[in-house]
């Protein structure tokens, strides 16, 4: 089955940029979609199909994809970024990354 | 929105059937998952559907003991969970998707179920 692999923490100080990388054979020819979870909270869409945003989700997220590495970027993080982001992808079922802690400093 | 519900403490080898109540969009026109996240875990896929019902995954860790299925003329998504095990205590969220490779755009609160004896 597919595996998707993803760091298990990432941290980045306020106002500066974080990417959270997405690990996956040849994952550049899937659509990768991210999530973001704060505690307590269900997961919210915050990048769908590599690079698109869903309405009311900042510009500040973006996404990209590329050979084996799926990244999702927030650029002028800030405190309320903190949360567990998540990568996902259709393949023939669908397959959850473990997850990574962002921690604004 | 989605609204989960039936979740709750039960012994290891019954049976739960979990709810998923939709409203606010054309339910019948979105396929839906099942997804669920033990306590301090990550997020595991458990179960998709497609629009019309037609087409069911599974994912192995529950193939041959749970089933998904929906009513349309309620917007109810279900969950029959057989054979439960102390590992399939979670939260279970329900979600939408538009097709199976988009991603989830709308998801419910979570209802939390228990195995224990």
């Known amino acids: 089955s597919y595996e998707l692999t993803q760091p298990l923490s990432v941290s980045v100080a306020l106002g500066q940029t974080a990417r959270i990388t997405c690990g996956g054979n040849?994952?550049?020819?899937?659509?990768v979609h991210w999530y973001q979870q704060k505690p307590g909270q269900a997961p919210v869409l915050v990048i769908y199909r590599n690079s698109n945003r869903p309405s009311g989700i900042p510009e500040r997220f973006s996404g990209s994809n590329s050979g084996n590495t799926a990244t999702l970027t927030i650029n002028r993080a800030q405190a309320g970024d903190e949360a567990d982001y998540y990568c996902?992808?259709?393949?023939?079922?669908?397959?959850f990354g473990g997850g990574t802690k962002l921690t604004v400093l | 929105q989605l609204v989960e519900s039936g979740g709750g403490v039960v012994q290891p080898g019954r049976s739960l059937r979990l709810s998923c109540a939709a409203s606010g969009f054309t339910f019948s026109s979105y396929a839906m998952h099942w997804v669920r996240q033990a306590p301090g875990k990550g997020l595991e896929w458990v179960a998709l559907i497609s629009h019309d019902g037609s087409n069911k995954y599974y994912a192995e860790s529950v193939k041959g003991r749970f089933t998904i299925s929906r009513d349309t003329s309620k917007n109810t998504l279900y969950l029959q969970m057989n054979s439960l095990r102390p590992d399939d205590t979670a939260v279970y969220y329900c979600a939408r998707v538009r097709l199976f490779y988009y991603g989830m755009d709308l998801w419910g609160q979570g209802t939390t179920v228990t195995i224990s004896s």
């Open positions: 996902q992808v259709w393949d023939s079922s669908t397959v």
């Open positions: 040849n994952i550049g020819t899937k659509g």
